[in-house]
């Protein structure tokens, strides 16, 4: 952690360094955020911070260079709120591809320069396979994408008498991104999604100009001479990103519940229960260096697992104890992902909270699951991976394993008399003692001569003589 402490001390004099010299130069200063990859919760890490060291280093624009194919649209989402909210004028260099996420992205920029033979559009929202998902994802996308083209605002125009308004950015050839019912008139029909090329872009509102390199871009930007300063990622920068992603957190938390159940299962420190240390650990730590989560909420969590650890261990059954750990431990989940303090959600939006929400409850919906899954796959059989931390020997009768009194098995082959009708279960009398039993084959009237032929959880099985 010193090392660390250590390292990003020196990159942020480097920074204060180039920022100074910047100023003395007199030239204007252009930070680059290049987005060579799918949009992930790295990506929106690498955005946070670019954000905030061209704050830093009083940049006068941000110069996004992009080639994606798209990505997640929650993060997507979050580096266009980004863009429009910025201070600092935001552009964005297509070189390639901008589809689907990075359009998204790209609209929201204040200017949008396109490589030769580059592409915007397909914002489409898909699942992993590639299949497009239900209408309610492509309506709240639809709308997302209209908003942002609105942002840019209209040109107002006066020819003669008429006054023309015209959208800097159209709404609806943004909305025929998504939705291929969308038809625009000599731009594209019904059935199809819209995509441009730089040409087509630029003909229609959505391309500022064709550039083919960074200079091009500053050449039309009108400061050719600005420096450049590339944003550079380090390794925990990275890292963050990849601990910071929904899928990998709900997996964490899949790791933590199930490692502290099959732990409960064996006692004694094992496997399962390190597992569940080292994901909890990866599952806070990030948090907790941004600033998310809080001691207390980190303390609410610990507590939860030990009064889920009284409950099964001192407690028995299932009552306060356990209800509260399980409260305790939800709570901590997801007060650590959302920005609040001490139970003051009036900076949380709902969106962030749902998002908490759902990955919480998926991971400890998917740790159920794995569950079941491994306690019948991993410790069924003696074979089982995890066979030698469970018991694998089971209590047989013919070994002399009985729940009930083992004078039971001596009746069997008695006789005897039914005391009352058996329909089919009664009571009968053998030797002077009255005993539960059953009628294996229909009803038994009392009185009736009766015949013991086996016996199981505690009462005869009979047949009538």
Same mark, same amino acid.
């Given at each position: ?37 799918? $949009?992930? @919760?790295?990506? %929106?890490?690498?955005? !946070? ?23 997640? =649209? ?8 980004? $863009? ?7 552009? =964005? ?46 309506? +709240? ?25 015209? %959208?800097?950015?159209?709404?609806? $050839? ?13 731009? $594209?029909?019904?059935? &199809? ?5 730089? *040409? ?19 050449? &039309? ?5 600005? !420096? ?7 390794? +925990? ?22 490692? =502290?159940?099959?732990?409960?299962? @064996? ?28 001691? %207390? ?44 303090? =001490? ?25 159920? *699951? ?7 796959? %991993? ?8 066979? #030698? ?5 089971? !209590? ?6 009985? @729940? ?18 058996? #329909? ?13 039993? #059953? ?19 505690? &009462? ?6």
């Amino acid at each position: 952690m010193k090392k660390l402490t250590g390292f990003l001390m020196i990159l942020l004099a480097l920074i204060s360094i180039s920022a100074n010299e910047t100023a003395e130069t007199g030239k204007p200063l252009v930070y680059r955020l290049p987005i060579f990859s799918n $949009i992930n @919760s790295t990506v %929106w890490v690498h955005t !946070q911070k670019a954000f905030k060291e061209a704050r830093e280093m009083n940049a006068d624009m941000i110069l996004i260079h992009m080639n994606t194919y798209g990505g997640e =649209v929650v993060f997507a989402d979050s580096i266009r709120t980004k $863009i429009l909210n910025s201070d600092i004028p935001v552009h =964005v260099f297509i070189d390639n591809n901008a589809a689907s996420a990075g359009a998204l992205i790209s609209i929201a920029a204040r200017n949008i320069y396109m490589r030769p033979g580059a592409n915007i559009g397909a914002a489409t929202v898909v699942n992993q396979t590639g299949e497009e998902m239900p209408d309610k994802f492509q309506s +709240y996308m639809r709308s997302t994408i209209r908003a942002t083209a609105e942002a840019h605002g209209k040109d107002t125009t006066i020819v003669a008498n008429d006054t023309i308004v015209k %959208w800097r950015r159209d709404p609806r $050839i943004a909305e025929a991104m998504v939705d291929e019912r969308v038809e625009i008139p000599g731009i $594209i029909e019904a059935g &199809q999604v819209l995509t441009f090329t730089a *040409l087509e872009a630029v003909e229609h509102g959505f391309c500022d100009g064709i550039a083919r390199s960074i200079d091009d871009v500053l050449e &039309q930007l009108g400061v050719p001479d600005a !420096q450049v300063v590339s944003f550079r990622p380090t390794f +925990y920068d990275n890292l963050k990103g990849f601990l910071t992603s929904p899928i990998l957190r709900g997996m964490l938390i899949l790791v933590i519940l199930g490692g =502290v159940y099959f732990e409960l299962q @064996s006692p004694g420190i094992g496997f399962p229960i390190i597992a569940a240390i080292v994901a909890a650990v990866l599952y806070f730590a990030p948090l907790y260096l941004d600033g998310l989560a809080a001691n %207390w909420e980190i303390m609410l969590f610990v507590i939860g697992v030990v009064l889920i650890a009284l409950e099964i261990f001192v407690i028995p059954g299932f009552g306060v104890a356990g209800i509260s750990g399980t409260i305790l431990v939800v709570t901590g989940l997801v007060l650590s992902l959302l920005d609040n303090v =001490v139970f003051d959600f009036s900076g949380v939006k709902t969106k962030e909270l749902m998002e908490a929400l759902l990955t919480v409850f998926g991971g400890m919906f998917g740790g159920i *699951l794995l569950v079941i899954y491994l306690s019948n796959r %991993w410790t069924a059989s003696p074979t089982a991976p995890l066979s #030698r931390i469970t018991l694998q020997t089971s !209590q047989d009768i013919n070994q002399g394993y009985v @729940s009930v009194d083992s004078h039971y098995k001596s009746l069997v082959g008695k006789t005897g008399v039914s005391s009352t009708v058996l #329909r089919p279960s009664g009571k009968v009398t053998i030797k002077g003692d009255i005993y539960d039993a #059953r009628a294996l084959e229909g009803f038994i009237d009392r009185d009736e001569n009766i015949k013991v032929i086996s016996f199981t959880s505690g &009462q005869l099985n009979v047949r009538k003589i």
